[in-house]
């Protein structure tokens, strides 16, 4: 198994249709269907980004307690161990949870119980808070705010639900209190809005990664300075290709990334969602991409290189690569 870090994971994507409708029985909390295979069929055709937005956030009404958020979180870390994830960087959407009745409180309790018992079984995780950019900026300093109690549970700050019409200047003040905070900064940037919204996550925001910038390629200028700055790209090619913003995944550009020199990384994303988790989509690039060992070291390299980790573990994981590598 292939060793990485997996640098872009929803921990509300990971809610698998059966625990879905165990946790919507559990809680006494309505769904559409309590049928596991027909609410995944449910899944096949997104039409873009919002159109699975309205299910992800549909679905989240059924975490209630803190035992909801650690089975959710334990799930997807055992899921992940096993298909060889080393490192997990994972975001979660506390505005969701609040809108819910929710308190900070539970979400951060429950998530962090689950990965205390990851670190203790070997697989480092930690938690990034992304800020739900249609809910606006104040809104983004305002949990902030309200999250700066739970600093101990999480490691930075991120940015995602819908992006066109969100550019990221409208949340310069949340990610400066951020930086004051010394948390790490990511932001969803280039999924459906062009490259101007990836510069303006470096210069306005600071931003240390881009989730997904796939937009960027339309910008020669913007690319060279991915490539000489060494700003990491959390890409998500089956994301892509259920959201849409791919046709198919012989035509995704994870390849081209690395050609030009990029600092591309491979991620699930919302991998109940879009068809499977890492192992899944590294299978697909293997099968439909044409990856190589090669390509897929340069991917789990990069992914280590990415990661907010220490130097010590960093080079442990890298040398996993190489012993990878060398032994296919
Ligand atoms: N894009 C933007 N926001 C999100 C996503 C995504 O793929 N998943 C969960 N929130
Ligand atoms: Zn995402």
Known sequence: MLPLAELHLHIEGTLEADLLVRLARRNGVPLPSEDPAELTARYADFADLQAFLDVYYANLAVLRTEEDFHDLAAAYL????????????????PQTHLANGVPLEVVFGGLGAALADARSAGLSADLLVCFLRDLGGEAAEDLLRRALPFREHFIGVGLDSAEVG?????????????????????????EEGGPEYVREALDVLGVERIDHGNRALEDPDLV?????????????????????????????PLPRMLELGLVATVNSDDPAYFGGGIDVVVAALRSALEMS????????????????????????????????????
């Open 166 to 190: 969100w550019p990221p200047r409208l949340f310069a003040k949340a990610y400066d209190m951020a930086a004051v905070e010394g948390l790490h900064r990511v932001a969803h940037a280039g």
């Open 78 to 93: 055992s899921r992940a161990a096993a298909a060889g994830v080393r490192r997990a960087e994972i975001f979660c959407d």
């Open 293 to 328: 060992d090669d390509d897929l070291a340069a991917l789990a390299a990069n992914s280590f290189e990415a990661a907010f980790v220490d130097g010590p573990e960093r080079a442990r994981w890298t040398a996993e690569v190489r012993a990878w590598r060398a032994r296919r």
């Open 224 to 252: 060279r300075r991915l490539r000489d700055e060494r700003v990491p790209l959390t890409v998500c090619p089956l994301s892509n290709v259920a959201l849409k913003g791919v046709p198919r995944i012989e035509d995704h």
